[in-house]
C-alpha cells in the first residue's frame, strides 16, 4: 500500500464541495467530529460563534475564507482540517488503501467540479447538494454522549424559535433549488422539534425541484405508523438512521439513551421495517464502555428485525466523541478504543465478532487486531 502522504494527494473528499451542517451558532462543511472548523461568519467575514440572528445567510457561510481553506485542504491531499481517525472515511483510505464513499480520483474531481486553480476554488459558490438540518438540539432523550440535560423545545413566540425559522428561511433562499438530499436532524429529534415536526408534517416538495430524498436521524421513539402515515414528508424519506447505542433494554434506558423506551423503540423499528418506499435504514451503534460488550447482540437484534425487509440495511458502529458532555477523566474511561485503555484488549476481541460481517460499517480500521 502507498504510504498515508501519497494516498491522501490521490483521492479528493467531495463533502466541503457538496455538503453543508447548519447549526444554531455555526456551520459546517462536513461533521464537525471529522472535521471541526466552522465556516460561519458574520457580516464582515469574521468567524461567528453567537447564536443565530436575523442577520445569518448561510450562503455567505458557506463561500467564506473558512470554507475555501477547507477545500484547498483536501485538493492539496494534507486533510489539515480533518480528524484522519474519527472520519471513517479517512480512516478507511489511509488503513485500507480502498476509495471511499464520496471520495473520487482528483482528476476526476477536477472535471467533473471544473475546479483546476485556485482562482476556481475562490470563486467556488455552487449551492450544497446535500443539507443536515442541526440548527435545533430539542430532544425528548437525555443522552450523556450529547448533551448534560434534557433540552426542551423553544416557546413559539421566543427570540431563539423566531431565529430558527429565519434560518430555516435562508436555507430555503439559498439552497432549496439545488438541493437532493437533506437530512433532518443531526442534533436533536425531528419529531420532538416542533420546528422539524412542522416542517415535515406539512412538507412542500414544491421548494424542492431537484430534492431526491429526505434523510431522517433520529431515537426512534416517536417514529410510529400515525405520525407516519400523518407526514406529507414520508414519500420522499428514503433513508432513516435510528441511534440506538445499546443491545440490551437496561443499557439502552440506563446507560445510553436516558429517557428511552426500549419496547418502544422496537416496536417502530419492527413497523419500519415493513415499508417499501424506503432505499436505506441506519441502525448506529456510537460504542464506549457502557454497550462495547454489545456489539455482537446489536448486530443480532437489528438483522432480525430487518430479516425479511426489502431496504438495504446499514449497522454504523463509531467511536465516542467528545462532545463537551464529560470530563476529560471520565472520558478516557469510556473511551475503550484507546489502546490504552485496561479493556482495550476485550474491545478488540468484539470488534472481530462484527467485523466483516454482511452489513457492517465501523471507524475501526486503524486498530490492531
Given at each position: 500500500m502507498d504510504n498515508k502522504e501519497e494516498i491522501l494527494k490521490k483521492y479528493v473528499c467531495e463533502m466541503p464541495f457538496m455538503y453543508s451542517d447548519v447549526q444554531w451558532s455555526s456551520q459546517f462543511i462536513c461533521c464537525p467530529s471529522w472535521a471541526p472548523q466552522s465556516i460561519r461568519v458574520d457580516a464582515n467575514g469574521n468567524?461567528?460563534?453567537?447564536?443565530?440572528n436575523e442577520t445569518d445567510d448561510v450562503m455567505r457561510n458557506w463561500t467564506s475564507k473558512q470554507a475555501q481553506n477547507i477545500r484547498k485542504s483536501v485538493l492539496d491531499g494534507t486533510y489539515k482540517y480533518c480528524d484522519h481517525k474519527i472520519c471513517p472515511r479517512l480512516n478507511e483510505l489511509i488503513n485500507t488503501g480502498r476509495k471511499p464513499y464520496l471520495f473520487r480520483e482528483i482528476d476526476?474531481?477536477?472535471?467533473?467540479?471544473?475546479?483546476?486553480t485556485e482562482e476556481d476554488i475562490l470563486n467556488y459558490s455552487t449551492p450544497p447538494e446535500e443539507i443536515l438540518f442541526g440548527f435545533d438540539r430539542s430532544c425528548n432523550l437525555r443522552c450523556p454522549s450529547c448533551r448534560v440535560s434534557l433540552i426542551p423545545n423553544d416557546d413559539l413566540e421566543s427570540p431563539q424559535h423566531k431565529a430558527k425559522l429565519h434560518l430555516l428561511?435562508?436555507?430555503?433562499?439559498?439552497?432549496?433549488?439545488?438541493?437532493?438530499?437533506?437530512?433532518?436532524t443531526g442534533s436533536g429529534d425531528p419529531f420532538y422539534s416542533k420546528i422539524y415536526r412542522d416542517y415535515l408534517i406539512n412538507f412542500d416538495i414544491e421548494k424542492y425541484p431537484n430534492l431526491e430524498q429526505l434523510q431522517i436521524i433520529t431515537n426512534g421513539n416517536l417514529l410510529d405508523e400515525k405520525l407516519w402515515n400523518q407526514m406529507k414528508a414520508s414519500p420522499y424519506i428514503k433513508t432513516i438512521e435510528i441511534s440506538?447505542?445499546?443491545?440490551?433494554?437496561?443499557?439502552?434506558?440506563?446507560?445510553?439513551?436516558?429517557?428511552?423506551?426500549?419496547?418502544?423503540?422496537?416496536t417502530n423499528l419492527k413497523?419500519?421495517?415493513?415499508?417499501?418506499?424506503?432505499?436505506?435504514f441506519i441502525c448506529s451503534m456510537v460504542v464506549s464502555k457502557h454497550n462495547y460488550k454489545e456489539m455482537y447482540m446489536f448486530y443480532e437484534t437489528i438483522t432480525d428485525i430487518f430479516k425479511d425487509s426489502t431496504f438495504d440495511l446499514v449497522i454504523?458502529?463509531?467511536?465516542?466523541?467528545?462532545w463537551g458532555t464529560y470530563s476529560p477523566d471520565t472520558l478516557k474511561e469510556l473511551q475503550v478504543f484507546n489502546e490504552e485503555h485496561i479493556f482495550f484488549n476485550e474491545f478488540l476481541e468484539e470488534v472481530n465478532k462484527i467485523d466483516n460481517k454482511k452489513f457492517v460499517n465501523h471507524n475501526f480500521h486503524h486498530l490492531k487486531k
Open positions: 468567524e461567528s460563534w453567537f447564536p443565530v476526476e474531481f477536477r472535471e467533473v467540479y471544473n475546479i483546476h428561511k435562508s436555507i430555503e433562499d439559498n439552497f432549496a433549488s439545488n438541493l437532493k438530499r437533506i437530512m433532518v440506538i447505542d445499546a443491545g440490551t433494554k437496561d443499557t439502552y434506558e440506563n446507560k445510553t439513551r436516558l429517557n428511552g423506551n426500549w419496547d418502544r423503540l422496537i413497523f419500519l421495517s415493513t415499508q417499501s418506499t424506503i432505499n436505506e454504523n458502529y463509531r467511536q465516542l466523541v467528545d
